[in-house]
């Protein structure tokens, strides 16, 4: 019974734990009755509902989210911070020593400068946790209930007690539920109980002290279904799970840093320690030749070492790469492939070889039958995709047209068999909604149920049988059958598999309405229609049954009985019982079968696919198709895509089996397709191709893919037909299944890190420059005139507050415009990048010295032409310091605001795709609009020590700034031209 609709269960004295502590002790009927299920319908929707408001989602408990102001606070641990609290404490001492006239400016505006950095990492770290909860949003996991009497595939966090779970190979278990059916039924609970091996499952109850590993009447939350089917009723769910428990107990674990991570942090180590080394030895030899030591003395030394620090460590790259990834993933979720891990790109950029499966990746997987060979001849079928609409017609002259007369009596007969055999040997559903129809479950066997409909009003073989027995598909068995029971008590076998697999079980055909030896013509026959189809890029099945005599029949109700847990009443409370050793052994009904036909099933490439084939090997990327289909199939569609010539060698698995390592590696170094293979020959494959260095994608869908996939460097999961075990071992899911979303993910991994690798190119470059301009002022003094400003301490070419300034304005808008810049180069023009490349190379290192150089240059420059004495005496050199320090501060503003055209490549030119990225020239022209502020605003002139500047300053100051264009425009030049050379 239910209970009323929308109604909350209440379970009287019955509590959830208790319920779910002691549910494998309870038969399934007697925990049905106290959850109010209807095991034939399972729950209402409404019902489901008002559970799920009551108890809450299905989810496990975890630690709460820390608070905002917490986070906040997060942004004040990075030791730079400490440094410039330094700088404030230090600005403080000199304004009270100078007399505490006013406010100190400088500590305030320090402050502020601190506390806005902050509020910039707060929300680019919520951006970025934002991105990744979206993407988590879109790999959650999903489980098949039935409600309102139908299956439906909804979120895992919806689950609610007394909910019916449809569980199949493949899936993940969605919440801890006592076996109601279970079908030859393996699970995986190694994440659970530590277990590696697969546990058979049955429904039998079990005694109250059995210890949780061996409880097979049920399956739990997290663990996986390695085998078979079942359904089951879900007695636990969130917390009150096994898993839920174990949560409970777990402490938060940090994520180990990635290999960038690592890197950005040790250049950002080894920059800062060298600075500081430097800002400590330039102190020192102030102090040491300072005529005076007095109090002014000292703090404008510390202020200069402050200064340099403050220069040298790019403080907002941390979350700014976040930023970066975040929004690159996601752009990548809204082309259908969804990256689990932001760091994960790092792996993409470099993929060298995408190994992909066949159906549904580079085909549409719209399976659909098109012609079905029997003992009597070739009947053509017609209509495609998954709408049950067409004809049935002989193909007596195997031209492939169908003949005007219609299918003869001995014909139809075989071809119901044949339809009729696959859609009972199947776990498939097909469904109509608002007139669109689709298969639930395998696409190919969706492709009976289809066909089987457009046989129209003709009797079906199955109509009033009950299906009471499985044994599932193996991709080592490659078949599978299934017992139905009819009215009067008979039953059937009903195998459908690999045509050549399956012959060899079967020792007579169905012909003209009865049964016949398979005598070797014709056994001949139907393989030689085999080799026609797959020929023709056809996918072969065969199907063939068997009635069963009155003895296995027996021994089938036998099994029925013992699986579940028979003892008279339904269960097995007060014994230890061994129910496997209980279950007769019915492997031998599959064999002695009949043959009823084969079928064709036409999957047609994508039509993007062959595109996406000759840009990945245009990339440098080698496409490997490794499919279970037949070789003739694999060949063919290998062909039509490009992936390799056409009569090329395939490799089928049990050629794998027998090579040694040394073969192996040879082969996998040369063969581009693989054709029934096993998960174990993918196994190999992919330890073969990285131990030749190689940076593998593998695609799969199964349970049995798992492994595979995270042996890869880049695990791919069908998002459409994968199973949830396969999309919690990958790194990626393609939303929409298909190859060229792959390849577009290559690319677009590409291009991410290119931009990441512009945005330390530009920080690098120009926190180069600041530390070489407040340097070289420092040791040129004398030479530009600075050191005339002053007689009583060190002058210093910028203040602090300006260095601030300029990492705030120029460093975090241009690197974020930089982040999501469109490509300027061809990024699939170039090999992939290997592992043991340095993401700041030496090139790249040399850029950010000479850019760097050239900003410090063009600054203390401008600070020469307007100063007083030094190498440069103009009309113009009668400036005050503050007016000239200005003008050298808004040059150093404008070289880097140049500089974010150089980062955009190491070798094309800046002006090339210069008007591609709106972000960019809105983060310049925003900065050049905040430095008018800065220096003609009185505000800001009292808190950054500036003075309004006129035109010649401006002039001046631009034209200096870009110098950095011109002369890394000229060092592109060259390299281009040495490349050609080569």
Not at 324 to 329: I, P, S
Not at 436 to 455: C, H, M, N, Q, Y
Not at 735 to 747: H, S
Request: overall charge negative; some cysteine.
């Amino acid at each position: 019974m239910q209970t009323p609709a929308g109604s909350a269960l209440n379970l009287g004295g019955d509590t959830f734990e208790r319920l779910a502590n002691e549910a494998h002790t309870r038969s399934g009927a007697e925990l049905a009755t106290a959850l109010s299920t209807d095991t034939a319908t399972g729950l209402a929707s409404t019902e489901a509902a008002a559970r799920l408001k009551a108890h809450g989602p299905n989810e496990l408990p975890s630690s709460p989210p820390t608070p905002a102001w917490l986070r906040f606070l997060h942004q004040f641990k990075d030791p730079l911070v400490f440094l410039l609290i330094g700088a404030i404490v230090i600005s403080v001492i000199a304004w009270i020593i100078e007399g505490a006239h006013g406010v100190p400016v400088d500590g305030i505006v320090i402050f502020l400068v601190i506390f806005l950095n902050a509020v910039l990492g707060f929300i680019q770290e919520n951006k970025a946790a934002d991105a990744v909860a979206a993407l988590s949003a879109m790999t959650a996991a999903t489980s098949t209930v039935l409600r309102d009497g139908v299956r439906q595939v909804i979120p895992s966090s919806e689950l609610v007690v007394g909910d019916i779970l449809v569980l199949a190979e493949g899936d993940q278990v969605g919440a801890d539920a006592r076996l109601l059916k279970a079908a030859a039924l393996r699970a995986i609970e190694s994440s659970l109980t530590g277990e590696a091996d697969a546990v058979a499952k049955h429904t039998g109850a079990l005694a109250p002290d059995t210890d949780l590993a061996d409880r097979t009447g049920m399956v739990y939350r997290g663990t996986s279904i390695a085998q078979g089917s079942a359904e089951a009723i879900v007695v636990a769910t969130g917390a009150h799970t096994q898993m839920g428990a174990i949560a409970l107990m777990l402490d938060e674990v940090e994520e180990e840093p990635t290999p960038l991570q690592r890197e950005i942090h040790q250049i950002s180590t080894v920059l800062g320690g060298i600075v500081v080394l430097i800002a400590v030895g330039v102190v020192a030899t102030l102090l040491l030749l300072s005529p005076e030591r007095n109090a002014n003395t000292i703090i404008d030394s510390l202020l200069l070492g402050v200064s340099l620090a403050v220069a040298a460590v790019p403080e907002g790259l941390p979350a700014i790469l976040s930023v970066v990834l975040a929004l690159g993933v996601q752009r990548m979720a809204l082309h259908k492939a969804v990256v689990k891990k932001l760091t994960s790109v790092e792996t993409l950029g470099s993929a060298s070889v995408i190994a992909s499966d066949k159906t549904g990746t580079l085909t549409r997987s719209e399976m659909t039958i098109q012609e079905v060979a029997t003992a009597s001849g070739v009947t053509l079928v017609s209509g495609t995709g998954y709408t049950p609409e067409g004809t049935l017609a002989p193909d007596a002259d195997r031209d492939g047209q169908p003949d005007a007369d219609p299918l003869s009596a001995a014909l139809a007969d075989e071809v119901r068999y044949v339809l009729s055999g696959g859609a009972m040997a199947s776990d498939a559903q097909l469904d109509q909604d608002e007139g669109v129809w689709s298969v639930i479950g395998d696409p190919t066997e969706g492709a009976f149920l289809v066909a089987e409909r457009k046989l129209a009003a003709q009797p079906l073989p199955h109509q009033g049988a009950r299906r009471v027995w499985d044994f599932p598909f193996t991709s080592e068995r490659k078949l599978m059958s299934v017992i139905y029971e009819a009215d009067d008590r008979s039953m059937v076998l009903v195998s459908k598999g690999a045509p050549d697999v399956l012959i060899e079980r079967c020792v007579s055909v169905r012909h003209d309405g009865v049964e016949e030896a398979l005598t070797e013509q014709r056994r001949s026959a139907f393989l030689e229609h085999v080799t026609d189809m797959s020929g023709r890029a056809l996918r072969t099945l065969a199907v063939a049954y068997r009635p069963l005599d009155e003895a296995e029949t027996g021994r089938v109700r036998t099994a029925m009985r013992a699986q579940d847990g028979w003892n008279g009443n339904g269960g097995a409370e007060d014994t230890d019982l061994s129910l496997e050793s209980e279950i007769p052994d019915l492997s031998d009904c599959e064999s002695g079968l009949t043959m009823a036909g084969v079928v064709g099933i036409i999957d047609p490439p994508r039509p993007e696919a062959a595109a996406a084939v000759a840009e990945a090997r245009r990339a440098g990327v080698r496409v490997l198709m490794i499919t279970g289909d037949h070789p003739a199939t694999a060949g063919r569609i290998a062909a039509d895509l490009g992936i390799h010539e056409a009569g090329g060698q395939v490799v089928t698995g049990r050629e794998l089996s027998v090579m040694d390592d040394e073969t192996l590696a040879a082969t996998v170094a040369s063969s581009n397709v693989y054709a029934r293979v096993a998960p174990e020959h993918k196994m190999r494959i992919v330890g073969a191709l990285k131990a030749q260095g190689q940076t593998v994608s593998m695609t799969g869908d199964g349970v049995n893919d798992a492994p595979a996939l995270r042996a890869a460097d880049i695990g791919v999961a069908m998002g459409i037909t994968g199973t949830q075990v396969t999309k919690e071992a990958a790194t990626m899911v393609l939303v929409d299944d298909n190859f060229a979303t792959i390849v577009a993910a290559v690319r677009e991994g590409r291009r991410i890190f290119d931009n990441i690798k512009k945005v330390l190119r530009y920080l690098l470059s120009s926190n180069m420059g600041e530390v070489l301009t407040v340097f070289g002022g420092v040791v040129l003094a004398s030479v530009i005139g600075l050191s005339e400003q002053s007689t009583t301490g060190v002058v210093l070419p910028l203040v602090a507050t300006q260095i601030l300034w300029i990492n705030l304005v120029t460093d975090s808008g241009p690197a974020l415009a930089m982040g999501v810049d469109p490509s300027v180069e061809d990024v699939m023009a170039r090999p992939p990048r290997r592992s043991t490349d340095r993401v700041v190379d030496g090139s790249m290192w040399a850029g950010v010295v000479l850019v760097g150089a050239v900003m410090a240059v063009a600054t203390l420059l401008t600070l020469d032409f307007f100063l007083p004495g030094g190498l440069i005496e103009n009309a113009y050199s009668t400036d005050d310091l503050d007016t000239a320090r200005t003008a050298a501060f808004t040059t150093l503003v404008f070289a880097q605001l140049f500089n974010t055209f150089n980062s955009r490549s190491e070798t094309v030119s800046a002006f090339s795709h210069l008007f591609v990225n709106r972000w960019l020239w809105a983060s310049i022209a925003l900065g050049a609009l905040l430095q008018v502020v800065v220096v003609h605003v009185p505000l800001f002139q009292a808190a950054f020590s500036t003075a309004p500047l006129d035109l010649v300053h401006w002039g001046v100051a631009i034209a200096l700034g870009s110098l950095v264009l011109w002369v890394d425009e000229l060092r592109k030049v060259v390299r281009r031209a040495l490349r050609l050379g080569k």
